[in-house]
């Protein structure tokens, strides 16, 4: 089921000069200006009956008109799905997300989704977009997810997420052995040949990762990694760029390499590592409702430790 939108508003003059998109976030408050500008680009909002994008300025008077349909939430299944929620108030909640758990609905995962279970346990999200999901993790990364659990708070942390003020901290283990931390300035966009897959390319979005050593393996590195942006698969594309990919990424990693001389404890970890070794241990935002700034913290699991735990082994052995 969906929602058909009708608004028109008349920008006021002290509104002129400003961008397009700008002036329709003011005047369409009850959206994200990331769904406002999909909408410029789609041609869902005209400005005097005509399309324009989202850069555009405006001179005032003119009048916008949305007109567009909206996915109703109520469309998907609500599945009874764990959530392992870390914070809840009436305005947010924070999740710590599992393996293998896919965010949201798509082509080949319609069902067992973390929409789906949202839509379970809180029946009300059904009104807010994705269900207040405001941000992805990988099906395979694990941990801290913010969800929004009314429309002003979808709205404020959109924007949180667009003006980059939300912190988030991951822990990876990568390929090879790093020399030191850094920072890839890179733009990603999806890959010109294998479209399953994003890569750095020029015509891509900004992007930029920042890194530094936690410790160092004879083979491998644990790194901390912090975003500036937040772009399909940003760290795994980043730190294969760099050439250390991170441990079980078949996507980007190419693959299996076993170290020359590893013991047989570690190849066995190494091959029964079956995920990408990301995990979001760490989110700061400014509370939607109180503008307090909270933050939370979650240990990896335990796969992600065990994985650690027999490389530290091989190293204390080799040292």
Same mark, same amino acid.
């Given at each position: 089921?969906?929602?058909?939108?009708?608004?028109?508003?008349?920008?006021?003059?002290?509104?002129?000069?400003?961008? *397009?998109?700008?002036?329709?976030?003011?005047?369409?408050?009850?959206?994200?200006?990331?769904? *406002?500008?999909?909408?410029?680009?789609?041609?869902?909002l005209l400005v005097d009956? @005509?399309?324009?994008?989202?850069?555009d300025k405006l001179i005032?008077?003119?009048?916008?008109?949305?007109?567009?349909?909206?996915?109703?939430?109520?469309?998907?299944?609500?599945?009874?799905?764990?959530?392992?929620?870390? =914070?809840?108030?009436?305005?947010? &909640?924070?999740? @710590?997300?599992?393996?293998?758990?896919?965010?949201?609905?798509?082509?080949?995962?319609?069902?067992? $989704?973390?929409? @789906?279970? %949202?839509?379970? +346990? =809180?029946?009300?999200?059904?009104?807010?977009?994705?269900a207040g999901i405001v941000?992805?993790?990988?099906?395979?990364?694990?941990?801290?997810?913010?969800?929004?659990?009314? &429309?002003?708070? +979808? $709205?404020?942390?959109?924007?949180?997420?667009?003006?980059?003020?939300?912190?988030?901290?991951?822990?990876?283990?990568?390929?090879?052995?790093?020399?030191?931390?850094?920072?890839?300035?890179?733009?990603?966009?999806?890959?010109?040949?294998?479209?399953?897959?994003?890569?750095?390319?020029?015509?891509?979005?900004?992007?930029?990762? +920042? =890194?530094?050593?936690?410790?160092?393996?004879?083979?491998?590195?644990?790194?901390?990694?912090?975003?500036? $942006?937040?772009? $399909?698969?940003?760290?795994?594309?980043?730190?294969?760029?760099?050439? +250390?990919? %991170?441990?079980?990424?078949?996507? =980007?990693?190419?693959? *299996?390499?076993?170290?020359?001389?590893?013991?047989?404890?570690?190849?066995?970890?190494?091959?029964?590592?079956?995920?990408?070794? *990301?995990?979001?241990?760490?989110?700061?935002?400014?509370?939607?409702?109180?503008?307090?700034?909270?933050?939370?913290?979650?240990?990896?699991?335990?796969?992600?430790?065990?994985?650690?735990?027999? &490389?530290?082994?091989?190293?204390?052995? @080799?040292?």
């Open positions: 089921m969906s929602e058909q939108i009708e608004q028109q508003v008349v920008v006021p003059d002290e509104q002129g000069s400003k961008r *397009l998109d700008q002036v329709a976030a003011s005047c369409f408050p009850d959206f994200s200006r990331a769904r *406002l500008q999909e909408w410029i680009r789609n041609g869902d009956g @005509n399309r324009k994008k989202p850069k005032g008077g003119e009048t916008l008109k949305l007109s567009v349909e909206v996915e109703d939430e109520k469309q998907w299944l609500p599945e009874d799905i764990p959530l392992d929620v870390v =914070y809840e108030d009436d305005t947010i &909640l924070v999740i @710590n997300k599992p393996a293998g758990l896919v965010v949201h609905p798509a082509a080949g995962n319609y069902t067992g $989704t973390l929409l @789906n279970g %949202l839509l379970f +346990h =809180y029946p009300n999200l059904a009104s807010v977009p994705r941000h992805r993790l990988d099906k395979d990364t694990t941990g801290l997810m913010v969800v929004a659990k009314t &429309l002003a708070a +979808h $709205t404020d942390l959109v924007s949180q997420l667009q003006d980059r003020s939300v912190s988030r901290e991951y822990e990876a283990i990568t390929m090879g052995t790093m020399t030191a931390g850094g920072t890839v300035n890179e733009p990603i966009g999806r890959h010109p040949l294998h479209r399953l897959r994003m890569g750095v390319v020029q015509s891509g979005k900004p992007s930029v990762t +920042h =890194y530094r050593v936690l410790e160092k393996f004879p083979s491998h590195t644990h790194v901390r990694c912090q975003l500036e $942006t937040g772009r $399909t698969h940003q760290i795994r594309v980043h730190m294969s760029h760099i050439r +250390h990919p %991170l441990v079980g990424d078949d996507l =980007y990693a190419g693959r *299996l390499r076993i170290p020359k001389g590893c013991s047989e404890e570690m190849e066995q970890e190494l091959r029964g590592f079956k995920r990408q070794a *990301l995990h979001a241990r760490k989110l700061g935002l400014m509370h939607p409702a109180t503008d307090d700034y909270l933050e939370w913290e979650v240990p990896a699991p335990e796969d992600f430790q065990q994985l650690l735990s027999v &490389l530290q082994k091989y190293k204390t052995e @080799n040292a």
